[in-house]
């Protein structure tokens, strides 16, 4: 399998002040980097493109995306798609990236879109899916508003529904928080958290999607989840069921 993963990664830019003086610092950082290393020791063959590259490398058309079996978005905004730099500063008219995922999905591509402050609608709506095209193509409908919900105590998600994807993986270790959506009618909900959908998945077109509610790494994703023994397997699971040659 080949696979297009998008996102988890950020800039963190610190100002530091002693007294009268203060000076900045900046650091770089990936959150998917211990995810992407047991995909790629599981077989899947993994093309990342972090954050700030989207703005040059993203696939200019469904031609090019059809080269992957599955597209992941993780914690990254409809914005970076959006309002690349041919557009924003130079006002040329481009294809929408979101536009090419949603019929490159409906001619059998796969497609995941994992949790985060800038997944699903997002830390103050800031991610925004709900108002783009891929709101057709996500097997859940998502909030209006802010969808967080934060769990500084710990929450256990809970399997509901039996299926290969989460057969054998037991207990579901702790995480601290989530995004918030409701499942569409044709969607399966094979795990809840707090009574709401943690993990969904749904078709559309000839593709297949789903749906993580938290996130694959720090902090949502608690250092118990990046520990946990099926960590692998569970996304190696969830990759390949969503995959094209799956």
Request: glycine share 8%.
């Amino acid at each position: 399998m080949k696979v297009l993963f998008v996102g988890e990664s950020w800039v963190i830019h610190m100002i530091h002040t002693k007294g009268f003086d203060s000076f900045t610092s900046t650091k770089y950082e990936e959150g998917a980097t211990f995810l992407l290393q047991c995909l790629r020791e599981k077989g899947i063959d993994i093309t990342y493109l972090p954050s700030h590259e989207v703005q040059i490398r993203f696939p200019s058309s469904v031609e090019e995306l059809q080269q992957y079996d599955a597209v992941v978005l993780s914690d990254i905004g409809s914005n970076t798609f959006l309002l690349r730099n041919p557009t924003f500063y130079e006002m040329q008219v481009n294809p929408n990236p979101l536009e090419l995922i949603k019929d490159y999905v409906a001619q059998g591509g796969g497609f995941l879109m994992i949790g985060g402050y800038l997944s699903f609608t997002g830390i103050e709506g800031k991610a925004n899916y709900k108002n783009t095209v891929l709101s057709e193509l996500l097997p859940v409908e998502l909030s209006d508003t802010d969808d967080r919900i934060e769990m500084p105590q710990g929450v256990h998600p809970v399997t509901v529904q039996d299926d290969p994807l989460t057969s054998d993986l037991g207990e579901w270790p702790l995480f601290l928080g989530y995004n918030r959506f409701s499942a569409k009618t044709d969607a399966k909900v094979l795990a809840v958290i707090n009574d709401d959908p943690f993990l969904v998945s749904g078709n559309f077109g000839k593709g297949r999607t789903a749906c993580f509610a938290s996130d694959c790494a720090p902090h949502w994703g608690s250092k118990e989840f990046v520990d946990w023994k099926n960590y692998p397997l569970f996304w190696s699971r969830l990759i390949e069921t969503i995959g094209r040659k799956s």
